[in-house]
C-alpha cells in the first residue's frame, strides 16, 4: 500500500467512526422509545387480560360502515374495536406517533450535524490527499498550490438527501411508515387473539424496522455528504487532477460490486454510484502519475475457492473459475431517476441466463457431494471395509453397457485392501485423493484396458500434461459392485496410445 492509500484508509477510518458516534446515539434513543412503548403495551395486554378473566373471548372484527350504526359486539366477545373504544389502544397509538415524530427530529438533526462535520472533513481531507498523490507523483511545485473550496458550496450538501429534498422529511416519511407498521401489527395481535409475548414481538419488529432503516438513511447520508465535497474539491483542481481512484476496504466484508471496481480509474466529473452502506473512498490521480491500485479483479484471482464462494456463492464460485463469467460481470447498476445511479451484484442466474446458473448449481451440489465422500475416502483405512462412493452418471454408465453389456449396476465402490495398496505403490497420489471422486464422476474420457477385458480406464485431465487415472473392475456379477483396483498418474502420452489402439469407450463432448 502507499501512502497516498494508506491516508486514503486512515480518513475513512475516521469518517466510519464519527457515523458510527450518530448511530449509537440514534441507537440509544431508539430504545429508550420502545421501553416508554413497551410499557404503555403492557397496560394494553393487562387490560385484554381482564376481559378475558371476565369471559370475555376475541371475537371477528366487524367494520363500521362510513355513517352506519355500532354493530353490537356478538355476546361474550370483545374486538378491536372494542378494545379501540375502551381508549387504551388509541393512547398507545397515539404515543408510537409521537415518538416516533421526535425520533424522526432527532435522527435528521444527528444526521445533519455529521453531514456537517463531513463536509468539512472532506475539504481537508481532499487537500491532503492531493498534496500527498503530487508527492507521491513527484510533482512537489503542486503542494500547497490546490484550490480550495469556499465552505459555503459544499454546506449546500448538508441537511438534503440525495434528491435534494430535506433529510426531515425523509425521517419523517420513515417515521409515518413505521407508525403504520406498528398500528398494522398491534391490531393483527388485538384480532387474532395473540398472547403478550408475541405481540411485543411482532410489534417490535416492526418498530425496530424502523431504526434499522434510518441508520442506513443516517449513514449513506453522512458519506455522501462526504464524498461529494471530496469530488467538488477535485473538480476544482481538475486541471492537474487526472480522475479519482476507487478504493474499497478490499476485505472479507466488502462487496463482489464494489471489489470489482477496485482500482478502477474515474473522471473528477464522475460521482461514485455505489449502493447504501458502501464504505469505499476516491483516491485523487495527478496527471501523468497514476496510482497503483492492484484491480479487484486481480485481488480476487488469488483467493482460495472457499473465500471466493463465500463472496459469489457455490455456483457463481465454480462458474468464475471456470472461466463462465468474470467478476465485473456481477455488477448491476440500477438507474433511478430519484436517487441516481446504484449499484448492486447481480445473481448468476441475471449474469448467465436461468438454464446456465441452473447447471452451475447443479454442479456446485454436486461438488458438495463428492466432498463429503472424499472426505470418507480419507478416513478409509479399514483393510476389510467396502466404501460406496455412489452411481456412474447415466451417460457414462450407458456407454459402460455399450462395452459391458453384463454390467449390472452404476455404484462403485472402494475397498479398504485397494485404498492401502494405491497408497503404498504411489505413496504421492495422498495428495490427489480429493481428486478420484471428480474423475470417477466427471471424467474427459474412459478407455478399456489392453489385456483384460473387465477393467475400464478412467482419466481426467489435471494439468497440462498429466491426467488422474482411476482403473475400475467392472463387475457382470449379480450383487457384486464395480470396484476401484487401482489409483495413479498417467501422461500424455498414454492418452494418445489408447486413441492409436483403438480403446476410447466415451469421451466427454
Ligand atoms: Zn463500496
Not at 440509544?28 to 403492557?42: C, S
Not at 417515521?175 to 398472547?195: D, I, Q
Not at 450407458?398 to 495398496?421: F, K
Request: aromatic share 6%.
Amino acid at each position: 500500500m502507499s501512502r497516498l492509500t494508506d491516508a486514503a484508509l486512515r480518513f475513512r477510518a475516521q469518517l466510519l467512526r464519527q457515523e458510527r458516534a450518530a448511530a449509537s446515539e440514534m441507537v440509544r434513543a431508539y430504545a429508550a422509545t420502545w421501553r416508554r412503548l413497551r410499557a404503555e403495551l403492557d397496560q394494553l395486554e393487562q387490560q385484554i387480560a381482564e376481559a378475558e378473566a371476565a369471559g370475555l373471548t376475541v371475537g371477528p372484527f366487524t367494520p363500521r360502515q362510513p355513517g352506519g350504526p355500532v354493530l353490537p359486539q356478538a355476546p361474550g366477545t370483545f374486538s378491536v374495536s372494542w378494545v379501540h373504544r375502551r381508549e387504551r389502544l388509541r393512547t398507545l397509538l397515539a404515543q408510537v406517533e409521537r415518538e416516533l415524530r421526535q425520533f424522526a427530529a432527532l435522527a435528521s438533526d444527528l444526521t445533519e450535524a455529521g453531514q456537517l462535520q463531513a463536509v468539512q472533513a472532506a475539504q481537508a481531507n481532499a487537500q491532503a490527499l492531493m498534496t500527498e498523490a503530487a508527492r507521491a507523483a513527484g510533482a512537489p511545485e503542486l503542494v500547497g498550490m490546490f484550490n480550495r473550496l469556499p465552505t459555503s458550496a459544499v454546506e449546500e450538501l448538508v441537511g438534503l438527501a440525495s434528491d435534494g429534498s430535506p433529510l426531515r422529511e425523509l425521517f419523517e416519511a420513515l417515521g409515518e411508515r413505521t407508525g403504520r407498521g406498528v398500528r398494522e401489527a398491534l391490531e393483527t395481535a388485538v384480532a387474532t387473539g395473540m398472547g403478550p409475548r408475541e405481540t411485543a414481538r411482532l410489534v417490535r419488529q416492526q418498530f425496530g424496522m424502523g431504526l434499522s432503516r434510518a441508520l442506513t438513511i443516517a449513514r449513506t447520508e453522512q458519506i455522501r455528504a462526504y464524498r461529494e465535497a471530496s469530488r467538488r474539491t477535485y473538480e476544482a483542481n481538475s486541471d492537474v487532477l487526472d480522475g479519482w481512484v476507487w478504493l474499497s476496504a478490499a476485505d472479507s466484508r466488502t462487496c463482489v460490486s464494489c471489489l470489482a471496481m477496485h482500482g478502477s480509474v474515474h473522471g473528477v466529473e464522475r460521482r461514485i454510484d455505489s449502493h447504501p452502506n458502501c464504505r469505499c473512498v476516491m483516491v485523487p490521480g495527478v496527471k501523468g502519475a497514476p496510482i497503483e491500485v492492484t484491480p479487484g479483479e486481480e485481488l480476487f484471482a488469488q483467493m482460495t475457492p472457499a473465500q471466493q464462494d463465500a463472496k459469489l456463492g457455490k455456483a457463481a464460485g465454480a462458474a468464475y473459475r471456470a472461466g463462465a463469467v468474470k467478476l465485473v460481470d456481477f455488477v448491476g447498476v440500477r438507474r433511478d431517476p430519484d436517487w441516481g445511479d446504484s449499484r448492486y451484484v447481480k445473481s448468476l442466474r441475471q449474469v448467465l441466463g436461468r438454464e446456465e446458473a441452473q447447471r452451475w448449481m447443479r454442479k456446485a451440489q454436486q461438488q458438495k457431494t463428492w466432498q463429503v465422500v472424499s472426505k470418507k475416502i480419507g478416513e478409509l483405512t479399514d483393510r476389510k471395509a467396502v466404501l460406496s462412493l455412489g452411481e456412474l452418471p447415466t451417460r457414462t454408465y450407458q456407454a459402460l453397457r455399450h462395452q459391458w453389456p453384463s454390467s449390472v449396476t452404476a455404484q462403485v465402490v472402494l475397498t479398504g485392501e485397494r485404498r492401502a495398496h494405491y497408497l503404498e505403490r504411489h505413496p504421492e497420489m495422498a495428495a490427489f485423493e480429493g481428486k478420484l471422486m471428480e474423475t470417477l464422476f466427471a471424467p474427459d474420457e474412459i478407455h478399456r484396458n489392453k489385456r483384460d477385458s473387465q477393467i475400464g480406464i478412467w482419466y481426467r485431465r489435471l494439468n497440462g500434461s498429466q491426467y488422474i487415472r482411476v482403473v475400475v473392475w467392472v463387475s457382470d456379477t449379480p450383487g457384486l459392485q464395480n470396484s476401484i483396483h487401482s489409483f495413479r498418474l498417467a501422461d500424455q502420452r498414454e492418452i494418445d496410445q489408447g486413441h492409436k489402439q483403438k480403446r476410447l469407450v466415451w469421451a466427454k463432448k
